[in-house]
Structures are given as C-alpha cells and as structure tokens.
C-alpha cells in the first residue's frame, strides 16, 4: 500500500481525522511497527474505545504484541493448526445486505474434550483474519450466522468461548457487524449468562437471538482453506 492510500480516511470527518493522527503520532512513538499500519485500522481501534486517543494507543500497542508473539511469522498457516481445522466449524456463504461477508459457525462441532488453548486461540485469529480477507473494498465488517443445532454439553467451552471473546474485542474492535444465534437449545442459556458479563456494551448491541428462518445451503465454502 503506497503512503497516500494508507493514510487515507474515506468517510471521517475532520475531528475524527485529526484523531486518528493524534493516534498515530502516539503508536509510531512507542513501536515503528505501527507504520506499517493503514490509518483505517487505527480507526477502528479509536472507534471501539469511543474516540479516546489515549485509551485506543494503549490498546493497539497491546495489539501490537500479541500479533508478533502469536504470529511470529506474520501470519498462521494450517500446520499451526492442524486440530482445529479438522473439526471443520467455520464456512462462508456470500454477503448480507450491506455487502459483509457471511460467515457460518457451526457450533456443535466445537468439541471441547482434548483442545488444546495455544492452538485454539491460533485457530480463532486465523479464522478472524480469513474473514476480513472476504471483505470487498470499502468493507470492515463481516455477519456471523451461529447455529447451534446439535449443540450440547460436548460443546460446552466455556473458557474457548471467552478467548474468542477477548480476542474479538481486544484485536480485532469493529470487526463483527451482526451476529445471529439460531437454533439456540435452553441449555445453551446457562452458558450464555456466563459469557454475556464479558461482552463489551456495543458487542452486545450487535447479538440477535432469531427463531426466523436463515437458509444455510450446501453451498457453504470451508473458509479454513485457500
């Protein structure tokens, strides 16, 4: 990406632009790495701490860390996570309304029993980075679809679920635009209480309980390969 296309800001006005270089002025600062990214990245991070320079700079250092300690090589490859991609829970299935990329969790395939935490927490940002790599230009969000159908006590995790929590909010912030749980059995509920307390106020805005029907065909495409 050529410089002028990084810093662009297509729809900020000038207040939120002057932000966001506040934010870049304090990240360069701390970490050079932070050059290498794009001023919409470092919106998203402003947005999801409600326009506070010095909240999103602490946050996305933070983020900073953890991607070169997770990442190493800049990116998870399918040997990292070789477990996880046989249990085959996350599809694609084209774009909603607003042209964000569907993405399918089939949440009865997430066994709980022998996974390891290291290699989860691999699998979900490998899945989070296949889903913002369907984003067409000018998208950041992506629809989720989590079906619970089949889903019980073998598929409890309620430690894998707050990762994916934390790895959501904390490293990817104004990613997830809707997500629906349908099929979703009472027993589910329990659980659901528990993770709900960790969900930030505008994450939890964005959680839809449907009974409608969402079509789900057998076009789906395994996003866990190229």
């Not at 477990?83 to 990329?101: I, M, S, T």
């Not at 569907?102 to 490998?126: C, T, W």
């Not at 749980?181 to 106020?201: A, E, G, R, S, T």
């Amino acid at each position: 990406m050529d410089v002028e296309g990084k810093l662009a800001l297509p729809g900020s006005d000038y207040a939120e632009k002057k932000k966001v270089a506040s934010l870049r002025a304090l990240v360069e600062a701390e970490d050079l790495d932070a050059q290498d990214v794009d001023n919409v990245t470092l919106r998203r991070f402003l947005r999801a701490r409600d326009l506070d320079v010095d909240k999103a700079s602490v946050q996305f250092l933070k983020y900073l860390r953890w991607r070169k300690a997770l990442m190493p090589h800049g990116s998870i490859s399918e040997s990292d996570i070789p477990n996880e991609l046989a249990h085959k829970e996350v599809y694609k299935q084209g774009f909603d309304k607003q042209g964000r990329p569907i993405i399918v969790y089939l949440v009865a395939n997430h066994v709980s029993a022998g996974r390891q935490m290291d290699e989860l927490k691999r699998f979900i940002s490998y899945m989070l980075d296949k889903s913002c790599a369907c984003m067409p230009n000018g998208q950041e969000k992506f629809t989720c679809i989590a079906d619970l159908h089949g889903w019980g006590y073998s598929s409890s995790d309620v430690r894998g679920y707050l990762a994916a929590i934390d790895i959501l909010q904390n490293y990817y912030p104004e990613r997830l635009g809707k997500v629906f749980l349908i099929h979703v059995p009472y027993i589910f509920m329990k659980v659901w209480k528990i993770m709900y307390k960790f969900l930030d106020p505008n994450t939890r805005k964005k959680v839809i309980f449907t009974n409608s029907y969402i079509k789900i065909n057998t076009t789906m495409v395994l996003i866990l390969r190229n």
